[in-house]
């Protein structure tokens, strides 16, 4: 089992940032890729990012340019940098983790509004 810890959502002005962090506890040894989701109200889940263990990333066609994906493989850490926020990023951000199952954090709140 794996569990996830998820900090650093908030409100924030377009055009303003914000970096979420999560750290993987548990039987971290077989994780193979970290990375976050986001789903907004009335929408389905959606993919934001992801980075394996070798370091390739992916990122969402929406967020190219704007957010970075990084991750700490000593402190099991992923984080995700954004930048530039427009309203429409306003979502819940989901932490994820994946080696056999796929594994959630609770979620964070992230609310782009002036």
């Known amino acids: 089992q794996v569990q996830l810890e998820e900090s650093g959502g908030g409100l924030v002005q377009p055009g303003g940032s914000l970096r979420l962090s999560c750290t993987a506890s548990g039987s971290t040894s077989l994780i193979n890729a970290m990375g976050w989701y986001r789903q907004a109200t009335g929408k389905q889940r959606e993919l934001v990012a992801h980075?394996?263990?070798?370091?390739?990333?992916t990122y969402a066609d929406s967020v190219k340019g704007r957010f970075t994906i990084s991750r700490d493989n000593v402190k099991n850490s992923v984080y995700l940098q954004m930048n530039s926020l427009e309203p429409e990023d306003t979502a819940v951000y989901y932490c994820?983790?994946?080696?056999?199952?796929?594994?959630w954090g609770q979620g964070t709140q992230v609310t782009v509004s002036s």
């Open positions: 980075m394996s263990n070798d370091g390739s990333a």
């Open positions: 994820n983790a994946l080696d056999k199952y796929d594994y």
